[in-house]
């Protein structure tokens, strides 16, 4: 059935000084038979949102365009009834307030972006959400160390059923192993007991969180709302979860790799952490007279780990503290790159160097030589702008944390049992705008597995994580995506009758969300899908759409737009945007009232990894001069929104190259950059720089065919 449509063209803001809005609402009437075209001087305000609402009633619309302000702002007004599908068309942030006013070219371009929605409307539907069967409000916690116990304890509070997995016989994790505890509290000048005995006896209280000790994950299948869990222990049990939090924790780093800083050379050289286990097992053990703490040992090296693990420093300025506590005769010293207390931790270290028992200097060691019972150490590049040497009976080691293997989730994904991890190693989020999100849908990493961070760092990480896991449980029963496309109902369809099984959409989802058969046919897990349209810019066949944007709808959109005949002298300019970072950029250079060329048609995408090479080959044929594409930025500390969207876009620019070789076009048609979302003020001079390009080329030789 014909969708009735209304549109309503708002002047205000500039808009109507900019252009004529009544030539645009002929395009409406004219060319669209749009029978209810309205121009209002405000539509935000009570009496547009009142003339939108009585036409709708009256007019018994079922689809309304609002061509006024960017469809990123004004969300709350212009929210109507769930039935009415709503399309909005940019003619403030990205016309008004960037181009040259009454200019025949601003015209135009208010003209064809009006066409662009119009075309849309007919070709997009209001989703129907997926919601999966039989989902659960449980969440799964692997891990029962201080990450995993304190994000049980805060889903127990939210009221959530949570079961809480640890391989081993107790829980308590590093925790169990500990004397004493850093200050994280006000007056931070005094160690405290670990907070794991006020955490078992917490979890004892909540009847609504299972521990299970000595159970291993044997696997895990389905997806967000439903994940099917083995757990084993003896016999198998089975659970159904809505969502997982990894807090697998972390792993000392390998000290046998630090001869060169004496360890295996003598008993007297040990780490940090086996430190603090002996002193926790026996507190009355005899001190050296001279101990000393090498800090970064094999951290922030490159021939080691690259990183500041954060946790060291404070854990041996906590070290030194209680052994200047347990025996006043021992004199400490710390040897460091930079002493890094993180926050109020600050006061800490402040405390400790009120001690004149307890030296600091930085510097490099140079040699470490082994002897019978003692150690000599000398350091190079002091801060006393000489090189000494040290003679200690103990040497500690504040080695760093490499993250614990999240393979023992055993996920039952094409893609491998553990989560994808960052180079170096630890589980994948997109640590700029979402943390915890890792690329497994429904599955949020918490703690030290997820980063390297000390323990008041992994409690608030547990609670971030925990609260992820619920509103991944909310969302899905609502059958809307999580981050970043959060609330979106559209999920992708596929027309499998027209299949190749050719593993595309299965290898190039970003989350995992296709299983496959033998043969290769993609089988969706829906709610573990984030929306990104990656696999519908994948498929060759062309099959995969979502109701609100698919194959069709843009390239309705593209077609949609009037090409002048090459001796206009008039290019066009298709500029594919991606939502995340390019279009809020492009707003806000027209927030800022930069002005670029008026050639440009812009259609927003989800990613840039959605575009489909039918799109580009459907933007020449109609005679479109060149094509510019706009997205995050490629890479390992990557800003794609969708893990790797903007890498597949210059991975496919081959395919696309080819499509321009096989009509014979010059490969400047078709260009791409990258984009931060504060990149606005570059806008203008990539945006005109390229429309030069293309005028250099000249047309496109496709334009009157
Ligand atoms: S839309 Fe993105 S996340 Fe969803 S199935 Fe396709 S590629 Fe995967
Ligand atoms: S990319 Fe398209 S044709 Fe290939 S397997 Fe996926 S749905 Fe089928």
């Known amino acids: 059935m014909e969708t009735k449509t209304g549109v309503f063209i708002c002047s205000g803001c500039e808009i109507g000084n900019c252009i004529n809005a009544e030539l645009t609402r002929n395009v409406a009437t004219d060319e669209y038979k749009v029978a209810n075209a309205v121009i209002h001087p405000a539509l935000c305000s009570p009496e547009g949102y009142d003339l939108i609402l009585n036409n709708i009633a009256e007019n018994k619309l079922d689809a309304v365009l609002i061509a006024a302000c960017s469809p990123r702002v004004k969300t709350n007004v212009f929210d109507f009834n769930e039935n009415i599908l709503l399309e909005r068309v940019n003619l403030r942030e990205q016309l008004a307030w960037c181009f040259e006013p009454n200019d025949e070219d601003t015209q135009m371009a208010a003209d064809d972006y009006l066409r662009m929605g119009l075309a849309k409307v007919k070709t997009i539907k209001i989703p129907t959400p997926y919601i999966a069967e039989n989902i659960s409000s449980q969440i799964l916690v692997a891990g029962g160390g201080v990450s995993g116990m304190s994000a049980a304890i805060e889903g127990a509070k939210a009221g959530y059923t949570v079961h809480l997995v640890e391989k081993e016989n107790t829980l308590g994790g ?132 690259p990183y500041c693990s954060s946790y060291c420093c404070s854990t041996s300025l906590k070290q030194t503290k209680y052994i200047r506590d347990l025996s006043p005769d021992s004199s400490v010293f710390v040897v460091y790159k930079d002493i890094r207390t993180l926050g109020l931790g600050e006061e800490f270290y402040k405390e400790v160097q009120k001690d004149d028992q307890v030296f600091f200097t930085k510097g490099e060691i140079d040699e470490v030589f082994v002897q019978e019972e003692n150690i000599e150490i000398k350091v190079k590049e002091t801060l006393l702008g000489e090189d000494i040497s040290l003679s200690v009976d103990l040497v500690i080691l504040a080695t760093g944390m490499i993250p614990a293997s999240t393979e023992d989730l055993n996920l039952n994904y094409r893609q491998g049992k553990g989560l994808p991890e ?67 109902k559209s999920f992708p369809e596929l027309f499998m009758d027209r299949c190749a099984d050719c593993k595309r959409c299965t290898e190039e989802c970003p989350f995992g969300a296709y299983d496959e058969t033998e043969k290769g046919t993609p089988l969706p897990n829906t709610s573990r899908c984030r929306r990104c349209g990656i696999c519908l810019g994948s498929c ?166």
């Not at 990557?638 to 620019?653: A, D, V």
Request: contains cysteine.
């Open 174 to 305: 590093k925790q169990k192993d500990m004397y004493k505890q850093y200050p994280s509290e006000a007056p931070f000048n005094k160690l405290t007991e670990p907070v794991l005995g006020n955490m078992l006896d917490e979890i004892k209280k909540y009847n609504n969180i299972e521990v299970y000790t000595s159970t291993a994950i044997q696997e895990i299948n389905g997806e967000p709302g439903a994940f099917d869990v083995k757990l084993q222990n003896g016999s198998v049990q089975e659970l159904r979860v809505g969502a997982v939090v990894a807090a697998m924790g972390w792993k000392p780093y390998n000290p046998n790799n630090l001869t060169h800083l004496g360890y295996g050379k003598s008993k007297n050289v040990i780490t940090i952490v086996e430190f603090e286990k002996k002193v926790k097992e026996n507190p009355d053990l005899k001190l050296p007279k001279n101990i000393l703490f090498i800090q970064c040992a094999g951290s922030r090296d490159k021939d080691h780990l």
């Open 422 to 488: 960052l180079k170096y190693n630890f589980s994948d989020s997109h640590f700029i705008c979402f943390p915890y999100e890792t690329r497994r849908t429904g599955i949020y990493a918490a703690g030290s597995v997820r980063s390297p961070m000390d323990i008041s760092a992994c409690l608030e990480d547990a609670s971030g994580a925990m609260f992820k896991a619920i509103q991944c449980i909310e969302a899905t029963k609502r059958g809307e995506a999580v981050h970043p496309r959060s609330g979106d």
């Open 540 to 705: 060759p066949e062309r099959i995969i759409s979502f109701s609100d944007y698919s194959i069709n709808s843009i390239s309705a959109m593209i077609k949609a737009v009037e090409i002048p005949d090459e001796f206009e002298e008039k290019p066009r300019i298709l500029v594919f945007v991606c939502e995340n970072d390019a279009y809020p950029a492009m707003d806000m250079a027209g927030i800022k009232r930069l002005k670029y060329s008026s050639y440009v048609r812009v259609i927003p995408v989800r990613c840039l990894g959605s575009i489909n090479k039918v799109w580009i080959s459907d933007a020449l044929s109609c005679g479109y001069d060149g094509i510019l594409q706009i997205g995050c930025k490629p890479g390992d500390d990557y800003q794609c929104h969708f893990i790797h969207g903007s890498e597949l876009t210059q991975t496919r620019s081959e395919n696309f190259q080819e499509t321009l070789q096989s009509m014979m076009l010059e490969p400047e048609r078709i260009s791409t950059e990258f984009v931060e979302i504060t990149d606005y003020h570059k806008i203008p001079e990539l945006i005109n720089n390229y429309v030069e390009i293309i005028e250099d080329i000249g047309p496109n030789p496709f334009k009157d065919m």
